[in-house]
């Protein structure tokens, strides 16, 4: 019988060599993924869960020594956050998130912030760009001049300037509509309140050639009775 060495058994086959033992090893560990497969998260940042790594667990470190990598009970989703202390508390109580640190920013004074205050000229042109009365053609008397809905500029105003001067652009409590209607003076009466209709002209008129027929018939019926 002879011995058994390193390079064979008694059978007379060949043993493995170590190096293949490893490299089939770690040919079998290679779909188990550790933290350090993924890079570090910056603060509040997503660092593991399914949706992150497809896996229910921390997949990621944190770049903060004061944070760490945990769910709140919620497999999908793994989020940097500060670590508690002894007591319970954050240990960055003291350091904002960046949610809060931009809320801060956007309602401190500009010049603690380092932020710069828009240009005077940007703010007249935004002003500017509102719908005014002279955007809109004159409108005649008792025409349309505003509203929602039955004017161009579908807003809840005046529009449009009225062409005569005795007129202005109202509404009667009506945000569609608003009409070009006589202006009221400090009695509460119209500016053109002399100014009659065109109805009002002509029964004026038939009016007067009655007045006028019933004289003429009267003085007839005088010069007979003579």
């Known amino acids: 019988m002879s011995p058994v060495t390193g390079e064979s058994v008694a059978t007379g086959v060949e043993l493995p060599d170590p190096a293949n033992i490893v ?3 770690s040919s ?3 779909g188990s993924v550790s933290e350090d497969d993924y890079p570090a998260a910056d603060n509040y940042k997503i660092c593991g869960g399914i949706n992150f790594c497809d896996d229910d667990r921390a997949c990621a470190e944190c770049k903060s020594d ?6 709140d009970d919620n497999p999908f989703y793994y989020q940097c956050i500060p670590k508690d ?8 109580d003291e350091e ?9 920013a956007s309602t401190s004074d500009p010049d603690d912030s ?4 828009p240009d005077s000229t940007d703010i007249a042109a935004s002003v500017s760009s509102v719908s005014t009365p002279e955007d809109y053609p004159a409108v005649d008397d008792y025409g349309t001049c505003g509203g929602i809905s039955n004017h161009a500029c579908d807003e809840d105003k005046a529009c449009a300037e009225c062409k005569s001067d005795d007129f202005e652009c109202k509404s009667d409590d009506n945000p569609f509509y608003y009409q070009c209607i006589p202006k009221v003076d400090d009695d509460g009466n119209d500016d053109d309140n002399e100014e009659e209709s065109p109805e009002a002209e002509n029964t004026a008129a038939l009016n007067s050639n009655a ?3 019933e ?3 009267e003085e007839e019926a005088d010069e007979e009775e003579a």
């Open 85 to 92: 202390d002894d007591d319970g508390n954050d240990a960055d």
């Open 114 to 117: 380092g932020m710069e205050m």
């Open 211 to 213: 007045e006028e027929v």
């Open 96 to 104: 904002e998130s960046p949610e809060e640190e931009d809320t801060v």
């Open 23 to 25: 490299a089939s090893v």
């Open 28 to 30: 079998d560990n290679e």
């Open 215 to 217: 004289e003429e018939a």
């Open 66 to 71: 004061d944070f760490e990598c945990k769910s």
